[in-house]
C-alpha cells in the first residue's frame, strides 16, 4: 500500500482540488490511503479565532469568514444544493456551539477541539468530490485510528492502540484521512504540533507496512538551501535518513523531524515530490547513503530568541547551574537549537513554541541575570567548507548584524539580527 501526503497549499482552491484529482490519475491511486491537511490558511484562520476567543472578542465573524471560504470552494466543485454543504455547516455550527457552551479554560485543549476541524472539513470536501467525479475512496475519521495522551496541542501517540486500529484497515481501497489530528482516550481531538501532517503519514506507512510514502509540495522536492532567503539552490536527488533528520533537526521546513522516525525503523522510502510537476521524480530519502549530501546546505529558522544567562555573584558556571537551567527548559517544553557555553555564561537559542519563556525566565531570575534577545534568526549550514564557502552567503552575512557564532569541524551556525 502506498501514501501519499498533501498539504494545505496543495488543497487551497478548487483549481488545486481539480489537479489533485488530475495527479491522482496520472500517478496512480489504487491500494493508496492519502492525508490531507487543511486548505490553505484555515489553520492560521482558526488560531485567530482562538486568540480571539481568549481575548473575550467576538469570533463569529471570523469563523464565517472561514465558513465562506468553503463554501465558496463548494460552489465551484459541486452541483447545487450538494450533501457536502449540510456537513460543512455542521462542523462551523459545532465550533460556534462549542466556544459558547465550553466552561474549560485550558488554551491548549481549546485549541486542538477548534483548529482541528480543519482537516475533518477539508478531507470530506475532497473526498465527496473525487466520489463524484467517479474515484471512488473511503473517508476515514483520523481520530478511530490514531490515538494520543492528553498532552493538547503536541500530543504523544500511544503506538500500542494506534497499530492495532490502523491495522484493521483493508488495503485494496482508496482511503482519505486527515493529518495533523487525534483523539485521546476521552474521544476529545488532539493535535500532533504544527506540521503534524507529515508525521500522520508517517504513522500509517509504519501501521500498514507501506510500500513507499509521498509528501507532495509546491518545491520539486528537497532543496539545499530554503528558496525563502536564498536565490541560488540545488535539487538533493537522495538522502539517507540520518541526513534527512539533520535538517530537519535544524529547521529544514520540507520534512517535519517526527516524520522520519517511523520511516527509518520500517526502512520505508519516502518521496518528496512536486505537486505541481509530478513527473518529476523529486527526492528519495531512504537507507541507502548517497555521497551527493556533501554539498553544503543553508538553513535559515525566523524567529528565534536568543537568551543568555549570567550567575548574579559574577562567579563562574558550575554543571548544576546548567542542571537547573535545562530542567526548567524540559519541563516547559522550550526547544532549543544552538547551546553555548564559557566559564561565566550560558547562552541557548530557543523556540517558544508553547509561549512559556516568560514562565522560564521568572523561574530562574532569582539566581541569574538573564538578557533575551527577541527575533532572532538561526543561520545553519550543514557541511560547512570554508574553502567551498560559496560567495553569495558570505555575502548574506556581511549585511546583517552577527550576534554569535559557532563553528565546528562540519557545521557552521550563527545567530543574527
Not at 167 to 192: E, M, R, S, V
Not at 302 to 319: A, G, H, R, W
Not at 368 to 391: D, P, Q
Request: aromatic share 14%; net charge positive.
Amino acid at each position: 500500500m502506498k501514501i501519499y501526503k498533501f498539504g494545505g497549499s496543495s488543497v487551497k482552491n478548487s483549481k488545486r482540488v481539480k489537479k489533485l484529482y488530475n495527479l491522482l490519475k496520472e500517478v496512480g491511486h489504487k491500494k493508496t490511503l492519502i492525508v490531507i491537511s487543511a486548505i490553505g490558511n484555515t489553520t492560521n484562520k482558526l488560531e485567530k479565532v482562538v486568540n480571539k476567543y481568549f481575548l473575550k472578542k467576538n469570533t463569529e465573524i471570523k469563523i464565517s469568514e472561514i465558513e465562506g471560504n468553503h463554501l465558496k470552494m463548494i460552489n465551484d466543485l459541486f452541483p447545487y444544493n450538494h450533501k457536502i454543504n449540510i456537513y460543512i455547516k455542521k462542523i462551523f455550527n459545532g465550533i460556534k456551539y462549542f466556544l459558547k457552551k465550553n466552561k474549560y479554560r485550558k488554551y491548549n485543549f481549546i485549541y486542538d477541539q477548534v483548529v482541528g476541524s480543519g482537516e475533518l472539513i477539508s478531507t470530506k470536501l475532497i473526498s465527496e468530490y473525487l466520489n463524484f467525479i467517479g474515484m471512488k475512496n473511503i473517508w476515514l475519521d483520523c481520530r478511530n485510528y490514531i490515538k494520543t495522551d492528553n498532552s493538547y496541542c503536541e500530543a504523544h501517540v500511544n503506538w500500542t492502540k494506534t497499530n492495532k486500529k490502523i491495522k484493521q484497515l483493508k488495503k485494496n481501497y482508496l482511503y482519505i484521512t486527515q493529518g495533523f489530528i487525534g483523539a485521546d482516550y476521552n474521544y476529545f481531538t488532539t493535535t500532533l504540533g504544527r506540521e503534524g501532517s507529515d508525521y500522520t503519514a508517517s504513522i500509517f506507512s509504519y501501521c500498514l507496512k507501506a510500500e513507499s510514502q509521498t509528501t507532495w509540495k509546491d518545491v520539486s522536492g528537497i532543496l539545499n538551501a530554503d528558496p525563502r532567503f536564498f536565490l541560488k539552490n540545488n535539487l538533493l536527488n537522495s538522502l539517507s535518513y540520518d541526513e534527512a533528520l539533520e535538517l530537519s533537526y535544524y529547521g529544514a521546513s520540507v520534512i517535519h523531524t517526527k516524520t522520519l522516525h517511523p520511516l527509518k525503523k520500517k526502512q520505508i522510502p519516502l518521496y518528496v515530490r512536486s505537486f505541481i510537476y509530478p513527473k518529476k521524480k523529486g527526492t528519495l530519502v531512504s537507507k541507502k547513503i548517497n555521497k551527493e549530501i556533501i554539498k553544503p546546505c543553508f538553513i535559515v529558522k525566523t524567529n528565534q530568541k536568543l537568551i543568555s544567562f549570567y550567575m548574579k555573584n559574577f562567579s563562574f558556571f558550575i554543571e548544576t547551574n546548567i542542571r537547573d537551567i535545562f530542567t526548567i527548559i524540559s519541563k516547559y517544553k522550550i526547544k532549543v537549537f544552538l547551546i553555548q557555553s564559557s566559564s561565566i555564561s550560558l547562552s541557548i537559542c530557543v523556540e517558544d513554541k508553547f509561549n512559556n519563556l516568560n514562565i522560564l525566565i521568572n523561574k530562574l531570575k532569582s539566581d541569574f541575570i538573564i538578557k533575551l534577545l527577541n527575533n532572532v534568526y538561526l543561520y545553519t549550514i550543514l557541511h560547512y567548507n570554508v574553502n567551498n564557502f560559496h560567495l553569495n552567503f558570505n555575502f548574506f552575512l556581511k549585511k546583517i548584524k552577527i550576534i554569535l557564532r559557532q563553528i565546528n569541524s562540519d557545521t557552521a551556525q550563527w545567530i543574527i539580527k
